[in-house]
């Protein structure tokens, strides 16, 4: 199983990215997807997480009515649209996925992880 994520790079602030997880080596479609993402110096933190049927969604405070969480289970990929981009959201974000279909902020939760993607925000 491998997930790629892609879509990184940098920014001014203010503006929005695109990212995206493709997953590959089986199908996803009933388990949870979710974005994590670590800063230069801090642990990696819980971003946003995604159920099977896209019903249901979960974000951290820190970037709540900002990014939202997508997924296409015909192309078993995962995307993370982050609007109104801040520099303390420069990180490196990372992609994950869990065999269980509830949405979960916790990284122990999750089974496989794809490699990280820079987001880099200039003020």
């Known amino acids: 199983v491998q997930l790629q994520a892609s879509g990184g790079g940098l920014v001014q602030a203010g503006k929005s990215l695109r990212l995206s997880c493709a997953a590959s080596?089986?199908?996803?479609?009933?388990?949870?997807f979710g974005w994590f993402r670590q800063a230069p110096g801090k642990e990696r933190e819980f971003a946003a997480s995604?159920?099977?049927?896209?019903?249901?969604?979960y974000y951290a405070d820190s970037v709540k009515g900002r990014f939202t969480i997508s997924r296409d289970n015909a192309k078993n990929t995962v995307y993370l649209q982050m609007n109104s981009l801040k520099p303390e959201d420069t990180a490196v974000y990372s992609c994950?996925?869990?065999?269980?279909?509830?949405?979960?902020?916790?990284?122990?939760?999750?089974?496989?992880w794809g490699q990280g993607t820079l987001v880099t925000v200039s003020s």
């Open positions: 995604i159920s099977p049927s896209s019903g249901r969604t």
């Open positions: 080596g089986r199908a996803f479609s009933n388990g949870a």
């Open positions: 994950a996925a869990r065999d269980g279909p509830s949405i979960q902020a916790g990284p122990r939760m999750y089974d496989y």
